[in-house]
């Protein structure tokens, strides 16, 4: 049975002060479970049972952080690869011998200055660019958030997902279907209207979006969070914990410090011979 | 199959969105035929080469505009002849009832005695000026560059003389060789010779299409992918 509207509110509720209060993945979607249950099953008015749901979340996280860690899903093999990438633009060396393994199960934040060679590096992991050396190993599909959106300003968000699924191997529907997924998880309902007609943050998600359509193994997103809002961001990064749940390998650009605690390894390019360092979680 | 007919799908979607350059599409050849009306052979000249720049000017923006999301699009699994053949066929599904638009105005107004010569003339418009668009756009990869050119192309074929040498040069002389034997009623030699012109110029011109999207969508010797 599903809660009414005044529990459904309050759960949405609930969902964006837990992740104002940094829980999110597993445990988030495990509380939001468990009291949508508990107010399914015994009819209570949520602010009786539970209280405000900023306070219920606040608590929730101050007693997850005196809790022992939960475990991470078993990391596995590398499903990226980067070894001994290297890179000169016009004499210019940007990526001096670059190695990066991310394994399914695991988020990796590229970061470094302006210049630095970051969206030069995910493009050679795409295969868009070539390397002067190295090489990349993908184990599984791929998908890929370009910094810029390359979408086609005279088709609808629905028609990019039809054209990028049928690529994909899935049916118009199926696109359509699990695009809209994608979108909901990041707080968008597709409409009607023309790609050129969308503001850059939902051109972004659409960006988004595609990239994961298919359920890719491996995702390369390069600062794909570009003119989202505060909540909008929370959700690109609410996904970006999904996914490394789901066993994903997902590499993200970023300029944002707050989120670099969180993640499983961080490839800084602006320090001298750049490796990966691993990060516990 | 279902990749190529999506990728048309979206180009017929794009195309018909614009409404202003579908309306300017069916009206440049009209205001050329109509510009020299007072002259039979002169008009259908002038329509056929309209044709022709507006469906090669169509067919290069149209790779441009591929050309930004393509890298996307192979990336998600689409080949790159799948990307290019699906182009072309949603070009061709606009292009196709255009011509045949224009040869019922011809025939209807004019009812030339030669009348399979004014279909050929047209059909050969679509099969030349398709990959004449698009080889412009995959080398030259800039609108207003690949719209000038086109302009020059189209403007030279129409001004010179198609008994010269330099004409040849040029991808539109097979169709201005049809015409002069649909108008002027001259032998069967200049069919042959028109039919292997347009055969040469598709395949160089598709040909040269086909190496530069392919080399631009090439798939990486650097980047290995393995199974899970």
Redesign the interface.
């Known amino acids: 049975m599903s809660p009414d509207g005044a529990a459904a509110g309050w759960l949405d509720d609930l969902g964006r002060a837990l992740r104002r209060e940094n829980v999110d993945g597993w445990h988030h979607d495990q509380v939001l479970a468990e009291a949508r249950q508990h107010l399914a099953d015994s009819g209570e008015d949520p602010l009786v049972a539970f209280g405000p749901a900023v306070d219920y979340a606040r608590l929730l996280a101050g007693e997850l952080a005196g809790a022992p860690v939960t475990p991470p899903p078993s990391v596995g093999p590398a499903r990226l690869l980067v070894e001994g990438?290297v890179k000169t633009y016009r004499g210019r060396p940007v990526l001096t011998g670059v190695d990066l393994a991310v394994a399914g199960g695991e988020v990796a934040a590229v970061i470094g200055p302006n210049g630095v060679g970051k969206s030069t590096l995910l493009r050679?992991?795409?295969?868009?660019?070539?390397?002067d050396a190295?090489?990349?190993?993908?184990?599984?599909g791929?998908?890929?958030c370009?910094q810029r959106p390359?979408?086609?300003d005279?088709?609808r968000a629905e028609?990019h997902m039809?054209?990028?699924?049928?690529?994909?191997?899935l049916s118009r529907a199926e696109a359509r279907r699990h695009g809209a997924r994608l979108a909901a998880d990041l707080d968008w309902v597709p409409d009607r209207r023309?790609v050129g007609d969308l503001s850059g943050g939902t051109r972004q998600k659409l960006n988004v979006v595609?990239a994961a359509?298919?359920d890719p193994?491996v995702l390369l997103l390069d600062e794909p969070y570009q003119g989202f809002d505060g909540e909008s961001f929370l959700d690109f990064w609410e996904q970006v914990w999904h996914w490394r749940d789901e066993g994903r390998a997902v590499v993200v650009v970023t300029h944002r410090p707050e989120q670099l605690k969180r993640v499983d390894r961080v490839l800084d390019l602006g320090r001298e011979g750049a490796v990966a360092r691993r990060r516990s979680r | 199959m279902s990749r190529v007919r999506a990728v048309a799908r979206a180009t017929v979607v794009d195309l018909l969105r614009r409404r202003t350059v579908v309306v300017l599409m069916v009206l440049v050849p009209l205001a050329f035929y109509a510009a020299r009306h007072d002259l039979e052979g002169q008009s259908i000249r002038f329509l056929a080469m309209g044709l022709a720049w507006s469906l090669s000017t169509l067919a290069a923006f149209a790779g441009l505009a591929g050309q930004e999301i393509d890298p996307r699009l192979r990336l998600s699994g689409f080949g790159a002849g799948e990307l290019l053949a699906g182009r072309v066929l949603g070009l061709s599904s606009f292009a196709l009832p255009l011509a045949g638009l224009y040869a019922a105005v011809v025939l209807v107004d004019r009812r030339p005695e030669r009348w399979a010569g004014i279909l050929l003339a047209l059909g050969l418009t679509v099969a030349v000026a398709l990959p004449v668009g698009l080889v412009v756009a995959a080398l030259l990869r800039r609108p207003l560059e690949s719209a000038m050119l086109l302009l020059v192309v189209a403007g030279l074929q129409m001004l010179l003389d198609p008994a010269g040498d330099a004409p040849r040069a040029l991808p539109f002389w097979s169709v201005r060789e049809v015409l002069t034997w649909t108008v002027d009623g001259t032998d069967g030699g200049y069919v042959r010779r028109a039919l292997l012109h347009a055969a040469v110029a598709v395949v160089v011109l598709g040909g040269t299409t086909v190496l530069a999207r392919a080399r631009s969508l090439r798939r990486r010797p650097h980047l290995r992918h393995s199974v899970v």
């Open positions: 990438v050679i992991c795409a295969g868009l660019e070539s390397p190295g090489s990349v190993t993908v184990t599984g791929l998908g890929y370009p390359a979408l086609v005279l088709l028609e039809e054209l990028v699924g049928a690529g994909r191997g023309l595609l359509l298919g193994a």
